[in-house]
């Protein structure tokens, strides 16, 4: 599907787009994330539900200050921004949320861990579920 991939950073820097795959937990850096190049500051046709990472640099040449982010591709050819970062530390900031991105193929709804158990089951009962504690 059609996607305007966005170009972080100023066009005479370095910048790229990568359709990532894969990540891997134990690199810091850009080499943690796998997958094929796409090119940047226009329409690509790529496909719904990849996780798209753009990569930019503004400032001089002698002091380049990097920037990226993460995006979800939508079904109906929308990116969602799901994490930025900036500086030299932009790929460890980046690399567990992309992991937890990648690993969760439905990244559908929220996050409730922070709720208590028996908050959750007490609205699944108001709701009519059964619920039944695994042996």
Known sequence: MPIEVPLLGDDR????AKLVTGVDTSK??????????VLDGGVQDLPAGGLLLVYGERG???NPRPE????????????????VASGRAWARTLRDRAADLLGDPQRSGPDLSSIHTDDLIDELRRRG?????EP
């Open 28 to 37: 810091a850096t850009g080499w943690a994330y796998a997958g094929e190049f």
């Open 68 to 83: 990226a982010a993460l995006y979800t591709i939508g079904p109906d050819s929308t990116l969602t921004l799901e994490a």
């Open 60 to 62: 001089s040449a002698q």
């Open 129 to 133: 579920f059964r619920t039944e504690p």
């Open 13 to 16: 820097r370095r910048h790229w």
